[in-house]
Structures are given as structure tokens and as C-alpha cells.
């Protein structure tokens, strides 16, 4: 399985930027996809997470409002559209593939076994 992640960048606060996720190697509609992000000195936090289907999604409280998480299984590619943001953004943001198949929406890492590379995401105030 590989995850391709790209669309970071450098960004005014206030400003917008979005993620792209695309997967190859599985059946990408069977499985739920999440974001996660990593700040210099700091551990990988979680950011949004979607089902397999698209149904259900979930947001940490720091983006809640702010950001958008989306999927197309026929395009195999999960999006994450950041607006209103803010310098405590910053940080490499990681798109994950859950582990188990059509199983309920998760926050925590240890519950997706396949990893992007990262994109780079720079707030300037």
C-alpha cells in the first residue's frame, strides 16, 4: 500500500491550503483514511478522519471548524481543506490508511498501519 500525500506549502494565517491523499496498492473504499500532523519538538497529533464510505467524519477540536475532510473512492484519493488558518498549523501533515477494513471511524494512530510521506505546512503570522 502506498499513500501520496502533497499540496503543503507556505501560507499566510487566515490563508487556506489542501491536502491531497492518493492510495494505490488495496481497495481504497473499503478502508477509512485519516490526517494526522507532527510540529517541530512536538509527538504526531491527530487532525480528521473519514469512514470507508465517506458517512462519518471526526475532528480534533483544534481544526473543528476550520478544516474539511473528504474522500472519492473512484478517484482512491481523501482531501483535506484547510481555511482560517493559524499559526499553531504549522507542522508536517501525515494522510494514514486504517489497518482492518469498514470499521469505525478512529483517532488514534496505532489504529492505521500505512503512512504518506508528509507535506510540509508553514503559517506565517
Known amino acids: 500500500v502506498q499513500l501520496q500525500a502533497s499540496g503543503g506549502g507556505l501560507v499566510q494565517a487566515g490563508g487556506s491550503l489542501r491536502l491531497s491523499c492518493t492510495a494505490s496498492?488495496?481497495?481504497?473504499?473499503?478502508?477509512?483514511m485519516g490526517w494526522f500532523r507532527q510540529a517541530p519538538g512536538k509527538e504526531r497529533e491527530f487532525v480528521s478522519a473519514?469512514?470507508?464510505?465517506?458517512?462519518?467524519?471526526v475532528y480534533a477540536d483544534s481544526v473543528k471548524g476550520r478544516f474539511a475532510i473528504a474522500r472519492d473512492n473512484a478517484r482512491n484519493t481523501v482531501w483535506l481543506q484547510m481555511d482560517s488558518l493559524e499559526s499553531e498549523d504549522t507542522a508536517v501533515y501525515y494522510c494514514?490508511?486504517?489497518?482492518?477494513?469498514?470499521?469505525?471511524?478512529?483517532?488514534?494512530?496505532?489504529?492505521?498501519?500505512?503512512w504518506g510521506q508528509g507535506t510540509q505546512v508553514t503559517v506565517s503570522s
Open positions: 494514514a490508511g486504517a489497518t482492518l477494513a469498514r470499521r469505525s471511524i478512529s483517532r488514534h494512530p496505532d489504529d492505521y498501519a500505512y
Open positions: 496498492g488495496r481497495t481504497f473504499s473499503n478502508y477509512g
Open positions: 473519514i469512514t470507508w464510505s465517506g458517512r462519518d467524519t
